[in-house]
C-alpha cells in the first residue's frame, strides 16, 4: 500500500469526475470521491471500484467551503497515509447575460468554481507529498467567449492563473501544476434540455464533429497524472477536439 499513489477527484459522483474516478483507478490509484450534494451516486461509484479490486472511500465535502476541504484532506491523510493527486472538478454552470446576472448567480458561481478550487489549491499545497500532480479544471469557454458565459468564463479564467502562478510557488518539489480545459462534452449536465438540433450544432463546431466523451477528459488527466505527464507543468490542455 505504501507504493499506491492517491488521488482526491472533487465532484466526482457523476459525469466528468466520475470517468475521471474511473480511469485513475484503472491505472492503479486509490481513489477519493469527494461530493457535496446525494450520497448515492458516490456509494455506487465506489461500489464498482472496490469490485475490480481497487481502493476508494467518499468524502463529503463542499468544496466551497474551506473547512469541510480542510478536513477531507486531513481525512484522506489518516486513510492513506498520503495525498498524491488532486484533481479539481467540481463546478457548476448557470449562465445569464451580464445585464440579467443576478447577484446570487455570482456569488455562487465565484464560490464554488473559483474559490472551491483556491481551497483545494490551498490543502494540495500544504498536503501532496512530492513528486504530485495538481490538475484543476478550467474550460473552453476560455477563448470562446459566449455570450451569457461572462461570470463563468471569468472564474475559469481564474482557474488558469492560480494555475500558472501556483506551479512557479511549488519549485523545488517536483509536484506538477496544470489545467484541463474541456470542449463541450457530452455529460448530463451539458445536454440536460437542450434539443438534439442544437446538439448536434454544437457537435459540428469542432473538427472532429462530435462531442466529447467523459473519457476522452479522464485520458487527458490520467496523462498528466501519469508517469509520462512529469515534464508538463504550468499548462493549460484544451482537450476539446479542436474547436479553439
Known amino acids: 500500500m505504501a507504493d499506491t499513489r492517491v488521488a482526491i477527484v472533487t465532484g466526482a459522483s457523476r459525469g466528468i469526475g466520475a470517468a475521471v474516478v474511473e480511469r485513475l483507478a484503472r491505472d492503479g490509484m486509490a ?6 450534494g446525494d450520497a448515492e451516486p458516490a456509494h455506487k461509484l465506489a461500489g464498482k471500484i472496490t469490485a475490480t479490486g481497487a481502493r476508494a472511500m467518499i468524502a463529503r465535502a463542499d468544496v466551497s467551503d474551506p473547512v469541510a476541504v480542510a478536513g477531507m484532506f486531513d481525512a484522506v491523510a489518516s486513510t492513506f ?16 447575460p451580464i445585464a440579467e446576472t443576478d447577484d446570487a448567480l455570482f456569488d455562487q458561481t465565484i464560490a464554488i468554481n473559483l474559490k472551491g478550487v483556491f481551497n483545494g489549491l490551498r490543502e494540495a499545497a500544504k498536503h501532496l507529498r512530492d513528486g504530485g500532480r495538481i490538475i484543476s479544471f478550467s474550460s473552453s469557454v ?53 434539443p438534439k438540433e442544437t ?23 490520467a ?22
Not at 481513489?31 to 457535496?36: E, G, K, M, R
Open 199 to 221: 446538439v448536434d450544432q454544437i457537435a459540428k463546431l469542432t473538427p472532429m464533429e462530435r462531442l466529447g466523451e467523459p473519457e476522452d477528459i479522464a485520458n487527458a488527466v
Open 223 to 244: 496523462f498528466l497524472a501519469g508517469p509520462d505527464g512529469g515534464w508538463i507543468n504550468g499548462q493549460v490542455l484544451r482537450a476539446n477536439g479542436g474547436i479553439i
Open 81 to 96: 497515509g498520503g495525498i498524491d493527486v488532486l484533481v479539481n472538478n467540481a463546478g457548476i454552470m448557470k449562465l445569464a
Open 142 to 194: 476560455v477563448g470562446l467567449y459566449q455570450p451569457s458565459y461572462a461570470v463563468y468564463a471569468a472564474t475559469k479564467a481564474g482557474v488558469e492563473a492560480m494555475t500558472h502562478v501556483l506551479s512557479k510557488e511549488l519549485r523545488g518539489r517536483n509536484i506538477s501544476v496544470n489545467a484541463i480545459a474541456p470542449g463541450p462534452t457530452a455529460t448530463e449536465l451539458f445536454l440536460k434540455d437542450k
Open 31 to 36: 481513489v477519493v470521491i469527494n461530493f457535496s
